[in-house]
């Protein structure tokens, strides 16, 4: 019997298992080129469709590197008890903070004659201004850019909030025929008649909102943005529903303006003007206060502020005429938008879609949230996943307490 039949040789056994090898790697390689290619594949989809959110793509602010183009919009919350920033504040301003993420701080008063609402913060005191820190401290622990929006009321008041008493300030002694809310956050009374500020009397308050934005500066704040929309002092003066002066602060668009951009500029050459902003909204009758030209008013100051060359103009859209209601219209802010050189940021009504398309067409570089940032602290990271939002509750946007409606509302699992 030939052994060599029943058992091969070893290097024939040897050889066999040499081709096992060499078949089984080949399959293995092409099987890792195979996941590889997949995997790239899937994070190039990723990556793209990353990019394909327009609101969520980087842009450069001035000096600052934003992420994203999800701005939290100032928004008045009421609790801030004796006009002082409150503890409370810091986890919720933190909460709605990301790395890159530019938030505007509420309405935030230049003096102790411009409140006009319960528990608002002021910035006028050393005491206000330490309160402040901690909050600010907190957006950029989170890698946020945060800027101080500052106002004045103006007519928007009554004696409850002047100090003894006074009688509140505006353009004009033209009063608001609405009702307001006193002091004590329950009860409603008529506005108190306004008295015209003296012609002489106008550069004390220019000072007041320069001195506002050095405190917060102090504070620790980015930037600011002074309030000129929705009907309170700078707003009073530029519509000429509210303004019949007949000196230099009245009467010709240029003279209407004339006071908000004494603002601009005494505050620009404060703080710097790549650290300064302003809100307009020319087309809206807030507060009873309106244009009759509203095209007009936005071009001029939009054409105007170019020469304090200030870092961004943040527009209303015209579609948002009264408090929280939109409006039909074939009205624009396209012509501001052409007009002005700096950063343009719009505001009123948006939601995701509308917000991409806003930046895909060149419409705004920055997209600001409200009521739909107050209700998701999470809303760049919810478009990104375009991921189901919180809805909002208006019945404790303007409530005292420190949690509910304020600090409560959920993030994404």
């Known amino acids: 019997m030939n052994l060599s039949t029943i058992h091969p040789p070893r290097f024939a056994y040897f050889s066999k298992l040499v081709d096992l090898i060499r078949l089984y790697s080949r399959k293995r390689r092409a099987r890792v080129t195979t996941l590889t290619t997949m995997a ?6 990723e990556n793209q469709s990353k990019q394909q959110i327009p609101l969520i793509t980087p842009y450069q602010l001035g000096p600052f590197r934003l992420s994203h183009r999800v701005v939290l919009a100032p928004l008045t919350r009421q ?19 990301s790395p890159g993420g530019l938030l505007i701080a509420e309405a935030t008063g230049v003096s102790d004659s411009a409140q006009g609402y319960p528990n608002t913060p002021g910035i006028w005191t050393e005491e206000q201004v330490e309160a402040w820190k901690p909050i600010v401290n907190g957006v950029h622990k989170k890698g946020g850019v945060f800027f101080c929006q500052i106002w004045h009321t103006g007519r928007a008041s ?16 033209r009063k608001i025929s609405a009702k307001i809310m006193r002091a004590n956050g329950k009860d409603f009374v008529d506005f ?35 309030h000129g929309a929705h009907g309170y002092l700078v707003d009073q003066f530029m519509k000429d529903s509210v303004n019949n002066r ?27 003007a790549d650290r300064v902003g302003i809100r307009l909204s020319p087309f809206a009758g807030y507060l009873e206060s309106s244009d009759s030209n509203p095209e007009a008013l936005g ?25 929280g209601e939109s409006v039909a219209t074939n009205k624009s802010l396209l012509p501001m938008r052409k007009a002005f050189k700096g950063a343009f940021l719009v505001a009123g009504g948006y939601g995701r879609d509308d917000g991409n398309e806003a930046i895909t067409s ?12 107050l209700a998701n602290p999470d809303l760049p990271r919810r478009f990104e996943l375009n991921a189901p939002l919180n809805k909002y509750d208006r019945d404790t946007f303007y409530i005292p307490d420190p949690v509910v409606g304020y600090t409560d509302y959920p993030f994404l699992e």
């Open 40 to 45: 790239g594949e899937q994070n190039t989809q």
């Open 79 to 97: 609790r801030s008890y004796n006009c002082m920033p409150q503890p409370h504040a810091i986890l919720y301003y933190s909460q709605r903070s």
């Open 158 to 173: 009554h004696v409850d909030y002047q100090p003894n008493r006074q009688t509140p300030v505006s353009s004009s002694d």
């Open 192 to 226: 108190s008649p306004p008295r015209a500020l003296k012609t002489e009397e106008i550069p004390q308050i220019v000072n007041d909102f320069r001195l506002a934005a050095r405190n917060a500066i102090n504070a620790g704040f980015d930037g600011v943005e002074i």
């Open 246 to 272: 007949t000196d230099q602060y009245g009467g010709t668009l240029e003279n209407r303006c004339r006071f908000p951009l004494e603002v601009v500029e005494a505050v620009a050459d404060e703080i710097g």
């Open 299 to 323: 071009v001029y100051m939009a054409e105007a502020l170019n020469k304090y060359s200030i870092l961004y103009a943040h527009f209303v859209e015209p579609r948002m005429v009264t408090v």
């Open 362 to 373: 060149g419409k705004a570089d920055l997209v600001v949230y409200g009521r739909h940032f």
